[in-house]
């Protein structure tokens, strides 16, 4: 029982939470104000694409955001509404309506913490690295493909895959407003990549904001801003539950939780890697600490109305990239879309959105180390073609499907490896020759006998003529499924039909209850016909062959 509390305790804030804190507070709070900035149109973008409304895009962005940083299992990790999550949302919306979303995102919270209490958080380390860097490559294609609309001053296309989205945005572009749009992004793009140059502790991502916003006042600049936003958020209450409609909503909130599990863990694995101003890396992060942190800021914003939310990739690589070191920059991302709603909502809504495509697209492009790519690609082909894959499916379709097939195929591909590396040898008889010798075979299986090696073995033992007996060695066989231990039972059943008498030699001891429940030492002629031993299988061979002589004498 006393172990209990102690599991507990692991996924509760504590003082270690803020470790340095007294060093980087103030680049805390400078990354805590420009994500606020950058996530703010974000957050109502993203709740009016999914059909619940720009407020409960932005209740979940604050409300969601505080509980994920406080209880989130990364010290650098900026949570709220994300575009994968549109995507999963919409059809809910289309079917049950927006009223749904508050108990979807109750539900599918509570699960998430589930999740993370099991202890399943670690199971996103089982991820290979070309998976997990061709997932970052491919979002860093979907933030920056996202950015295209605002970046050319046209309205976004809900709904559309982000590469036809783009496309067809930039096709709809007008003069003079795209000329003016872009010059904006570029504006801000020089900014955030020379002023590093001059100073690093300067906040290129918020002076980028300041000069794009003065220069388009002063000029009058004819370009979309942010606009209007509410002025209040709703109070907390109990999402109504409808027995007839949660049957309905259960498969949802299931696919929901895993999209959010999924992302967060992936979008934290992929924070503890970015690196900073400072040219230090974020650090390391609590998977399952994640996982209910998660879960507990969607069922928080489900009590405000609001929607689920995962770990948001982009606000997160803005908050590295700004001089994030603790989670006070989160907080603070939080508490600045709260202060934004109650008393500079005028002021944020003359914000031209092309200053925010700028700063994202800049961001984008720095979550990719070129170093990075050309290591995998030369890594070797399967590693390369999954990278490959995983970020074109990300791009293609969506998420889920990218991180599935690109997990297939990483799999699929280490099967082949396995089974290469696994096969059987014929091996000469140890010691002096004798008579009838040539009427016994030595077979070693090596590596791994499983369904992707086993039906190899059979062919190539089953191949084997002319011979009396069958030593079959298992002492270098390292891994053994029911599989492969079936194909044992029809190799020896083969040979035993063929008159060929087969003598097991070495199965380990991890095995020995699998090959017995399969059926494997009842396959055999008898049940002494299992040796520990090399010799004392090979001096059996050799009586065998003897009497057989005997016989035919």
Same mark, same amino acid.
């Given at each position: 029982m006393s172990a209990t509390p102690g599991h507990f305790r692991r996924f509760l804030p504590s003082r270690r939470d803020y470790d340095g804190l007294r060093s980087s507070w103030k680049t805390d709070l400078l990354a805590g104000i420009t994500v606020g900035i950058v996530a703010l149109p974000l957050a109502l973008a993203f709740g009016v694409s999914s059909g619940v409304g720009a407020e409960a895009g932005l209740i979940t962005a604050v409300v969601a955001g505080l509980v994920a940083a406080v209880m989130g299992g990364s010290h650098v990790q900026v949570s709220g509404p994300t575009g994968a999550m549109v995507v999963v949302l919409a059809p809910v919306v289309a079917v049950h309506g927006a009223g749904s979303i508050a108990l979807v995102s109750l539900l599918a919270g509570l699960l998430v913490v589930i999740l993370g209490i099991s202890g399943l958080g670690r199971a996103v380390a089982f991820i290979p690295w070309p998976v997990v860097e061709g997932f970052t490559l491919g979002i860093a294609a979907i933030i920056f493909l996202q950015q295209v609309p605002m970046a050319t001053g046209t309205a976004g296309i809900p709904g559309h895959n982000t590469l036809l989205a783009a496309v067809e945005s930039a096709s709809q572009a007008t003069l003079p407003t795209v000329l003016l749009t872009l010059g904006v992004v570029a504006g801000v793009a020089a900014v955030m990549l020379l002023l590093p140059k001059l100073n690093k502790a300067l906040p290129a991502s918020l002076i980028a904001v300041v000069l794009a916003t003065a220069a388009a006042e002063a000029l009058q600049l004819d370009i979309p801003r942010i606009g209007a936003l509410p002025q209040s958020l709703s109070a907390p209450s109990m999402p109504a539950l409808d027995p007839a409609a949660l049957g309905g909503l259960l498969m949802p909130a299931v696919s929901i939780a895993m999209l959010a599990a999924i992302e967060s863990l992936l979008s934290a694995r992929v924070a503890a890697g970015l690196v900073g101003p400072d040219g230090r890396p974020s650090g390391a992060y609590s998977p399952d600490r994640e996982l209910t942190g998660q879960g507990l800021a969607s069922v928080a914003a489900g009590f405000f109305g609001g929607m689920p939310a995962t770990g948001a990739i982009a606000r997160t690589a803005v908050n590295v990239r700004s001089g994030a070191r603790t989670r006070l920059s989160a907080i603070v991302h939080a508490l600045v879309l709260l202060a934004i709603i109650y008393f500079a909502a005028?002021?944020?809504?003359?914000?031209?959105?092309?200053?925010?495509?700028?700063?994202?697209?800049?961001?984008?492009?720095?979550?990719?180390?070129?170093?990075?790519?050309?290591?995998?690609?030369?890594?070797?082909?399967?590693?390369? !073609?999954?990278?490959?894959?995983?970020?074109?499916?990300?791009?293609?379709?969506?998420?889920?499907? =990218?991180?599935?097939?690109?997990?297939?195929?990483?799999?699929?591909?280490?099967?082949?490896? !396995?089974?290469?590396?696994?096969?059987?040898?014929?091996?000469?008889?140890?010691?002096?020759?004798?008579?009838?010798?040539?009427?016994? =075979?030595?077979?070693?299986?090596?590596?791994?006998? !499983?369904?992707?090696?086993?039906?190899?073995?059979?062919?190539?033992?089953?191949?084997?003529?002319?011979?009396?007996?069958?030593?079959?060695?298992?002492?270098?066989?390292?891994?053994?499924?029911?599989?492969? =231990?079936?194909?044992?039972?029809?190799?020896?059943?083969?040979?035993?039909?063929?008159?060929?008498?087969?003598?097991?030699?070495?199965?380990?001891?991890?095995?020995?209850?699998?090959?017995?429940?399969?059926?494997?030492?009842?396959?055999?002629?008898?049940?002494?016909?299992? !040796?520990?031993?090399?010799?004392?299988?090979?001096?059996?061979?050799?009586?065998?062959?003897?009497?057989?002589?005997?016989?035919?004498?």
């Open positions: 005028g002021l944020v809504g003359k914000i031209p959105l092309a200053v925010l495509a700028g700063i994202l697209m800049v961001t984008a492009s720095r979550m990719v180390s070129r170093h990075t790519v050309t290591a995998i690609l030369r890594s070797t082909r399967a590693d390369a !073609f999954v990278f490959v894959l995983t970020a074109l499916i990300t791009v293609a379709f969506d998420l889920i499907v =990218a991180i599935e097939i690109g997990l297939v195929a990483a799999a699929l591909f280490t099967l082949r490896k !396995f089974a290469s590396l696994s096969g059987v040898k014929r091996e000469d008889i140890p010691g002096t020759p004798e008579p009838g010798d040539e009427h016994i =075979a030595i077979f070693r299986l090596d590596g791994a006998m !499983f369904f992707g090696a086993a039906e190899r073995v059979l062919q190539e033992i089953s191949q084997v003529k002319d011979i009396q007996v069958a030593i079959i060695r298992l002492s270098q066989v390292r891994m053994l499924d029911a599989t492969g =231990a079936h194909t044992l039972v029809e190799v020896i059943s083969a040979l035993e039909l063929r008159g060929v008498t087969v003598l097991l030699k070495g199965v380990q001891p991890q095995h020995l209850e699998l090959v017995t429940n399969v059926g494997v030492i009842r396959s055999l002629r008898h049940h002494k016909h299992l !040796f520990t031993s090399l010799p004392s299988a090979v001096e059996h061979a050799r009586s065998h062959v003897r009497r057989n002589a005997a016989a035919n004498a």
